[in-house]
């Protein structure tokens, strides 16, 4: 199975993204399962806003959809801004919602047998929120949410401290990292075997 992981992080590389080593963590949870992934870093592409599955003139959201297509796992990484996702989730959001027209020959949205997970990052409170907003979405265009299918971590409230400079990891948040690979994992290869009725 395989997994793309989607970093909505404002900050294009190489610079340090919370955000970054959150993905990392759960790719690396997901390599226990079996899983093979990669992480893109959306604001290093340059993604138009829209709601269609191409813009035109350089739209790279194309390619991303190809690779998420080919994905049996999404998995959307963000951080808390204002106690939002980030502008660069929700324009993800916002081009997932052309999956709303794309069927296959079966009239089933192309999502249909794909597995969500969601993790957030931020030094404010809003995971709650941000994870409310995030799984309504995903299942809105097609994807399955599993059981405890976020993981996250929040510093305490109007504090400078991120998650890239806690060390070691805090214990909650690994178990909750591993929790949601475990548990996208197994809903992937339960969807693989047995896939969603035709309409």
């Given at each position: 199975?395989?997994?793309?992981i989607l970093n909505c992080?404002?900050?294009r590389?190489?610079?340090?993204?919370s955000?970054?080593?959150?993905?990392?963590q759960?790719?690396?949870?997901?390599?226990d399962?079996?899983v093979?992934?990669e992480?893109?870093?959306?604001?290093?592409?340059?993604?138009r806003?829209g709601?269609?599955t191409?813009?035109?003139?350089?739209?790279e959201?194309?390619?991303?959809?190809?690779?998420?297509?080919a994905?049996?796992?999404l998995?959307l990484?963000?951080p808390?801004?204002l106690?939002?996702?980030?502008?660069?989730?929700?324009?993800?959001?916002?081009?997932?919602d052309a999956?709303?027209?794309?069927?296959?020959?079966d009239?089933?949205?192309?999502?249909?047998?794909?597995?969500?997970?969601?993790?957030v990052?931020?030094?404010e409170d809003?995971?709650?929120h941000?994870?409310?907003?995030l799984?309504?979405?995903l299942?809105?265009v097609?994807?399955?949410?599993p059981?405890?299918?976020?993981?996250y971590?929040v510093?305490?409230?109007m504090?400078?401290?991120?998650?890239k400079?806690?060390?070691?990891?805090p214990?909650?948040?690994?178990?909750?990292?591993?929790?949601?690979?475990r548990?996208?994992?197994?809903l992937?290869?339960l969807?693989a075997?047995?896939p969603?009725p035709a309409e």
């Amino acid at each position: 199975m395989s997994c793309l992981i989607l970093n909505c992080t404002l900050k294009r590389s190489p610079h340090e993204s919370s955000s970054e080593l959150l993905g990392s963590q759960v790719l690396s949870a997901l390599r226990d399962h079996g899983v093979d992934g990669e992480m893109i870093r959306v604001v290093d592409h340059d993604v138009r806003f829209g709601v269609t599955t191409d813009e035109g003139d350089g739209d790279e959201w194309p390619q991303l959809r190809e690779r998420m297509l080919a994905a049996d796992i999404l998995v959307l990484v963000t951080p808390i801004w204002l106690g939002q996702p980030s502008a660069v989730c929700k324009m993800v959001l916002e081009r997932l919602d052309a999956e709303l027209g794309e069927t296959d020959d079966d009239g089933r949205m192309l999502t249909y047998d794909k597995v969500a997970g969601i993790g957030v990052v931020g030094n404010e409170d809003g995971a709650h929120h941000v994870t409310a907003e995030l799984c309504q979405a995903l299942n809105d265009v097609g994807f399955t949410i599993p059981a405890s299918a976020a993981t996250y971590w929040v510093g305490e409230a109007m504090q400078g401290v991120d998650y890239k400079d806690k060390e070691p990891t805090p214990e909650a948040t690994a178990g909750t990292t591993r929790t949601l690979a475990r548990n996208v994992a197994h809903l992937a290869g339960l969807l693989a075997a047995s896939p969603y009725p035709a309409e």
